[in-house]
T-cell receptor, first 114, second 118 residues
Framework: AQSVSQHNHHVILSEAASLELGCNYSYGGTVNLFWYVQYPGQHLQLLLKYFSGDPLVKGIKGFEAEFIKSKFSFNLRKPSVQWSDTAEYFCAVNEGTGFQKLVFGTGTRLLVSP | GAGVSQSPSNKVTEKGKDVELRCDPISGHTALYWYRQSLGQGLEFLIYFQGNSAPDKSGLPSDRFSAERTGGSVSTLTIQRTQQEDSAVYLC????????????????FGPGTRLTVL
């Protein structure tokens, strides 16, 4: 079965620090990849997605992610975090052959101190 | 435009009672999904509806769980004889369409229903 691993469960950074959150998935076929964010008290929102094409994907709020097929990875990055980036981040995958069930990682809680 | 809405936002029930959770997808979205977010378990897929096709129920954890979607729009998730382990946030998502072998549409999530079983 498809699985998604997020290795960092809790990350604490100071403002202006760089961020990289790891995401690895297990499926070897065609995949679609997503990062969702859940700000405190809010619902899940899409940060960015990869379907095909350029493996470096840019999303909202200065986030980007790179799909590295050989490593089964889709790490999320931001060069300079802000206090408002404090949230929980979820990596998700679905198989690219039609059925759109999302398989989520367990999430990473990011705390950015001002 | 309006997003996915869910009701109630919070539900507290006693063990053994039945509960119904409602989801209103984004207008025009043909696909609807239910997920469950449990403490320490992350987000788990429960069930998926696409148009008039038979739903995929492969994620339902037991036969106490069922869902229906009326008129291709509103969906209700029913949990019978609730147990304490059913306590979680139940999330609904919708997407515009399903395409084979190519781009898939993004799932947009509702705010969830927080279910507490005492």
């Amino acid at each position: 079965a498809q699985s998604v691993s997020q290795h960092n469960h809790h990350v604490i950074l100071s403002e202006a620090a760089s961020l990289e959150l790891g995401c690895n998935y297990s499926y070897g076929g065609t995949v679609n990849l997503f990062w969702y964010v859940q700000y405190p008290g809010q619902h899940l929102q899409l940060l960015l997605k990869y379907f095909s094409g350029d493996p470096l994907v840019k999303g909202i709020k200065g986030f980007e992610a790179e799909f590295i097929k050989s490593k089964f990875s889709f790490n999320l990055r931001k060069p300079s975090v802000q206090w408002s980036d404090t949230a929980e981040y979820f990596c998700a995958v679905n198989e690219g052959t039609g059925f759109q069930k999302l398989v989520f990682g367990t999430g990473t809680r990011l705390l950015v101190s001002p | 435009g309006a997003g996915v809405s869910q009701s109630p936002s919070n539900k507290v029930t006693e063990k053994g009672k039945d509960v119904e959770l409602r989801c209103d997808p984004i207008s025009g979205h043909t696909a609807l999904y239910w997920y469950r977010q449990s403490l320490g378990q992350g987000l788990e897929f429960l069930i998926y509806f696409q148009g008039n096709s038979a739903p995929d129920k492969s994620g339902l954890p037991s036969d106490r769980f069922s869902a229906e979607r009326t008129g291709g729009s509103v969906s209700t998730l029913t949990i019978q004889r609730t147990q304490q382990e059913d306590s979680a946030v139940y999330l609904c998502a919708s997407s515009a369409r399903r395409k084979w072998g190519s781009l898939t549409d993004t799932q947009y999530f509702g705010p969830g229903t927080r279910l507490t079983v005492l």
